[in-house]
């Protein structure tokens, strides 16, 4: 299957900080990549869709201005979390769709970030 | 809107079949997932069915009900690594044109001796 990556797999801020996590397509081109946070022992909650070359599509209760999400390629996605809070601390995964493949193997995740504010 | 539910724990002892189920209500279906979560890791793609009827893969078969809105996962011949959260995801038709996976919030199974 295709390859997704992200970058940090990990990263430790302090409060009022700001931290990007990269999204990262490596053998295919995502049209569509989609974000996601998942808290501790709970699923994966969508937070937004990210078209290459327009505005997300922010998911309701998602603050636009906190989780800013830049699609500017076809291979990269940006998520910045802005002003970090310790109540932002979560995993966060995104996934890219090949719409090359078949229809099932379309949506493939990334290993994950995991965000700690301090 | 939607909902997507499916039990929170279950138990079973390793070499057993298990049935994990789903029930679903979207505004728009576009075909069913199930993915395997390992703690700290991103999910891992298990089965995909779009029709009703049964896709088996291996250990791993898949059942769907669109009439229903109900899916089940079964696992044969458990083992102990089969130990993880299971994920139905419904994939969401959007006027945008934009097909996200939505997802229930998991299973947890533990396989135990």
């Known amino acids: 299957g295709a390859v997704v990556s992200q970058h940090p797999s990990r990263v430790i801020c302090k409060s009022g900080t700001s931290v990007k996590i990269e999204c990262r397509s490596l053998?295919?081109?995502?049209?569509?990549m989609f974000w996601y946070r998942q808290f501790p022992k709970k699923s994966l909650m969508l937070m937004a869709t990210?078209?290459?070359?327009?505005?997300?599509?922010?998911e309701q209760g998602v603050e636009k201005d906190k989780f800013l999400i830049n699609h500017a390629s076809l291979t990269l996605s940006t998520l910045t979390v802005t002003s970090a809070h310790p109540e932002d601390s979560s995993f966060y995964i995104c996934?890219?769709?090949?719409?090359?493949?078949?229809?099932?193997?379309?949506?493939?995740f990334g290993p994950g970030t995991r965000l700690t504010v301090l | 809107g939607q909902n997507i539910d499916q039990p929170t724990e279950m138990t079973a002892t390793e070499g057993a079949i298990v049935q994990i189920n789903c029930t679903y209500q979207?505004?728009?279906?576009?075909?069913l997932f199930w993915y395997q979560q390992h703690a700290g890791e991103a999910p891992t793609f298990l089965s995909y069915?779009?029709?009703?009827g049964l896709e088996e893969k291996g250990r791993f078969s898949s059942f769907l009900s669109r009439s229903k809105g109900y899916s089940y996962l079964l696992l044969k011949e458990l083992q102990m690594k089969d130990s993880a959260s299971y994920l139905c995801?419904?994939?969401?038709?959007?006027?945008?044109?934009?097909?996200?996976?939505?997802f229930g919030k998991g299973t947890r199974l533990s396989v135990i001796a």
């Open positions: 053998d295919f081109q995502a049209t569509t």
């Open positions: 979207t505004s728009g279906f576009n075909g």
């Open positions: 990210s078209n290459e070359g327009s505005k997300a599509t922010y």
């Open positions: 069915n779009v029709l009703d």
């Open positions: 995801a419904v994939r969401r038709s959007m006027a945008s044109g934009n097909t996200p996976l939505v």
């Open positions: 996934s890219a769709r090949d719409r090359s493949g078949s229809a099932y193997n379309e949506q493939f």
